[in-house]
């Protein structure tokens, strides 16, 4: 059973988890994210980020759109995004990246040598399975989705019921991130 840190008014977000039936033990104490390094929130609470010099040491910022599945990674190290946002594709059986940044095509080249089953597309389409891109075309392109904030041994999610899917996913509790992601589709949420 994992532990996880509920940050902010997320009552709400704390049900669903719950009735999805992940194994999680929450922790609600004011300092419990120093022990569990892993938050689910429902707004970026800027002082535990400063508090857990998250700013430093936030690897990747990953964004999931939970009504077209579209998940956008982006990172201070061009090579680490591309990587993950590869080895997340390849997990998901997903067949296409996208590079949405001039600057990460080289790296996302490199990166994909390493998986021929999926496809790169040097320019962004309509219909995108991964987008490898910059924080600020993460956040223009999908300005309400969840995010996720990744860092070497530290993980905040932020967005409501989207958000904790993507929490369980990263606690591999994917049976229960897919009870909540068909109930968000299925406008049961």
Known sequence: ?????????????????????????????????????????????????????????????????????????????????????????AGHARQRIAVGDPRLLEPARAVAKDYPQIALDERVPEDIDVLLGSDAGLLKRFPDAPLALLGRDAALFVGGAAAAAMMLEHIHEGMAADRILRNLRGGAL
């Open 1 to 89: 059973m994992r532990a996880v840190t509920l940050l902010g008014h997320g009552k709400a977000i704390k049900s669903l988890v719950e009735a999805s039936g992940a194994r999680i033990a929450w922790d609600e104490s004011a300092d419990s994210f120093a022990r569990t390094r892993v938050g689910l929130a429902d707004a970026v609470p800027a002082a535990l980020v400063e508090a857990h010099g998250l700013h430093g040491r936030v690897q990747h910022f990953v964004c999931r759109d939970p009504w077209t599945d579209t998940i956008v990674v982006s990172g201070h190290d061009p090579v680490r995004a591309a990587h993950l946002a590869f080895s997340w594709a």
